[in-house]
């Protein structure tokens, strides 16, 4: 048995300890800091876009009602959304399982912009479905009925409500996959092909883990892997990709998630297969210069 002598931060405990025993190595030990690592869980508000707008992220929710999909705005009145929850949840690419909720990544609910993506199988082309502020009213536009089969789809209006990328990850065999990006600059109503996001189309890769985009030139693409992580950064809009490498990658810890803004930096998390997202121990490192470079900080916990 134990008594309980106290509560203190990770960082004094850790100070307390180098002050007493001088230059023993600490590096080891998880900043549990968790209340500046606790992070988006839900639909409430889209990691990329936290900064957006000025009314709070709780203003713009999402509810099932009855079948269908009803959404409120800044004002909190909720709207039905014009597509059937049937087709909002279909993806071409079942063999994970049917989907039983609206991935995180695959809508944006902000001030900035009110979007889901949805579909990817024959019958369902890859498409949106858009809140259209001058018209008061939702719409409806296909992004591209040239590709089937989609896993997953990413949605990012990072600057504004009319640049928008959308990246979707299809033609998976087993642990390989493609993802490539269309990008619109109207809204969502037209919709062009970037082309792959990531690696080069004659380059196979494993699954597509994360995607965002910090503006409307710097994105982020990671990819699943049991070595290193695997991490790929454009700077003019998807056009070009190169990938990125972490200095001092701690053993085991091979999945990275795309970058998030943190005050004046951005911070990466690279987590164990084990862990999601959102949870788990986590190496984190940050960069203050767009993601071209990265700091190690150390490991976190995130909860």
Aim: net charge negative; charged share 25%.
């Amino acid at each position: 048995m134990f008594r309980l002598e106290g509560i203190a931060e990770t960082g004094q405990v850790l100070g307390a300890f180098r002050e007493k025993y001088g230059q023993a190595d600490f590096s080891d030990v998880p900043a549990l800091n968790l209340a500046n690592e606790v992070r988006w869980p839900g639909l409430e508000e889209n990691p990329s876009s936290a900064a957006a707008g000025t009314e709070s992220a709780e203003s713009y929710r999402m509810e099932m009602r009855d079948g269908a999909l009803w959404v409120s705005g800044g004002d909190g009145v909720f709207r039905e959304v014009p597509v059937p929850m049937e087709e909002l949840l279909t993806r071409g690419d079942e063999m994970d399982g049917q989907l039983a909720s609206l991935p995180p990544e695959s809508c944006q609910m902000d001030a900035r912009k009110q979007i889901i993506a949805y579909g990817g199988d024959s019958g369902t082309p890859f498409a949106v479905v858009y809140y259209d502020q001058e018209k008061g009213d939702f719409r409806n536009s296909v992004v591209t009925e040239k590709y089937v089969g989609g896993r997953r789809i990413f949605v990012d209006f990072p600057e504004n409500s009319q640049d928008g990328f959308l990246i979707f990850t299809g033609e998976r065999v087993v642990w390989q996959e493609t993802s490539i990006l269309f990008r619109t600059r109207d809204g969502g109503e037209t919709w062009q092909e970037v082309g792959a996001a990531g690696p080069d189309w004659n380059q196979s890769h494993s699954l597509t883990m994360d995607a965002a985009f910090l503006d409307n030139q710097v994105g982020f693409v990671t990819i699943r892997s049991s070595e290193e992580p695997d991490i790929w950064r454009t700077a003019d809009g998807g056009e070009h990709w190169e990938k990125l490498a972490l200095p001092h990658v701690p053993e085991g810890y091979s999945i990275a998630y795309a970058p998030e803004r943190q005050g004046d930096v951005l911070a990466l998390y690279v987590g164990m297969e084990d862990y999601s997202k959102y949870g788990g121990e986590k190496a984190k490192y940050e960069s203050t210069d767009q993601g071209n470079t990265w700091e190690y900080k150390g490991l976190v916990l995130r909860k």
